[in-house]
């Protein structure tokens, strides 16, 4: 089996997929989809062979994606986790910088970007402009040109492409432009074309600080996305007040303010559901509730043993997530939260070292006597 063929393909199922899954009409089960992915990487991802063979996983016979080993975050940054040759690289994703330095930073290599793409645009349309593509845009962050390694630069610069209207990106060289911003919030007001601002949530708190009597109001209709924590990089706000100051700064409504949800490892974005059900649609109207694309599927897990909790029970997340097809379609996270008939809430980091679970399963992965 040769891996080019067979990528292309489980692309074209898990694309084909999407698409269905959008129309009502998936061409196939979830499960048969994530399995034969998991089939694929198991054979040519040794990182996640290793730990197939290690759990003594019969993957050949499996009909259930919940029996997919899920490969812990922090095994990016200690192996290769692709199907493919470094040669074949067409991106490659790194995490954030830590106090480690940069050869700790985890790396989620792309062989192709076409399914990222398609992913992260129909879900982002679905939560941030199901009803308008006329629409401005602000990026509270460096472009893609800046940070070419960056997941979230990259999906930023995806969205201000779709979206086709004026765009402005406002962090250069680590500097947030406060004076560029209330610029492009003028040019909105005096074109009268809303606009999507596109950020994290420390730059929003640097915003606040330095808008100072500045009038960055936005016409109606304008939206806001916030992604991400604070690492460390400005003050933090509780969660309730930064939406609020911030729906304050921009004169936009409470339910208009979106949180997204992603991570490097991964392929797929998950948003709170408030502005899609403010505008009519079915979905989490709580600010605090994710919704996962249907594409991917979120599991609460045993921090020790892994095994899935009952709905509502809080453990840390799992991950099954279709268009991370030359990865690991499975990923285990350390980040605590339930999943409810509602949708996914999230609490933050697992206080501590790494969850024994994921401790454990890491051995597994790096053990070369399972090899």
């Known amino acids: 089996m040769t891996v080019r063929p067979t990528s292309e393909a489980l692309h074209g199922r898990v694309r084909a997929f999407v698409e269905g899954i959008l129309r009502g009409a998936p061409p196939e089960s979830f499960d048969d989809l994530a ?21 003594g996983i019969d993957l050949a016979s499996a009909r259930d994606a919940a029996v997919i080993p899920a490969l812990p975050c922090d095994v990016f940054r200690l192996a290769r986790i692709a199907a493919h040759a470094p040669d074949e690289d067409t991106l490659v994703f790194r995490t954030s910088g830590t106090s480690q330095g940069k050869e700790a930073r985890g790396e989620h290599p792309f062989r192709t970007t076409a399914t990222y793409e398609l992913v992260a645009l129909r879900w982002g349309e679905r939560m941030l402009w199901p009803d308008r593509q006329d629409l401005g845009v602000l990026v509270l962050a460096p472009s893609i ?121 991964l392929s797929s974005q998950l948003y709170e559901g408030t502005l899609a059900a403010a505008l009519g649609a079915r979905s989490p109207a709580r600010h605090g509730v994710y919704a996962p694309p249907p594409w991917m599927r979120v599991t609460a897990c045993d921090p020790t043993t892994l095994a899935p909790l009952s709905p509502g029970e809080t453990g840390i997340l799992r991950f099954v997530d279709l268009a991370n097809v030359d990865s690991s379609v499975a990923i285990q996270t350390s980040d605590l939260g339930r999943v409810t008939d509602d949708g996914v809430e999230l609490f933050g980091r697992a206080p501590g070292a790494t969850p024994r679970g994921c401790s454990l399963a890491i051995d597994e992965v790096l053990s070369r006597g399972s090899s």
């Not at 399995?35 to 759990?55: D, I, K, M």
């Open 145 to 265: 040109e800046e940070v070419a390694d960056s997941s979230l630069g990259f999906m930023l610069d995806l969205f201000a492409r779709e979206l086709g209207g004026p765009v402005s990106f406002h962090v250069r060289s680590g500097v947030l432009d406060i004076e560029g911003v209330a610029r492009a919030a003028a040019e909105a007001r005096a074109a009268g074309r809303p606009a999507l601002v596109l950020g994290a949530s420390f730059a929003f708190v640097h915003l606040l600080d330095g808008a100072g009597t500045r009038d960055l109001s936005l016409p109606p209709g304008s939206r806001v996305m916030q992604t991400g924590g604070f690492k460390g990089r400005s003050r933090e706000v509780e969660p309730t007040e930064l939406r609020r100051a911030i729906a304050s700064l921009f004169g936009v409504p409470g339910a208009h303010i979106v949180g997204e949800y992603g991570m490097t490892e």
């Open 35 to 55: 399995l034969a992915l998991a089939r694929f990487q198991a054979a040519h991802v040794p990182a996640l062979g290793r730990l197939v063979r290690a759990r």
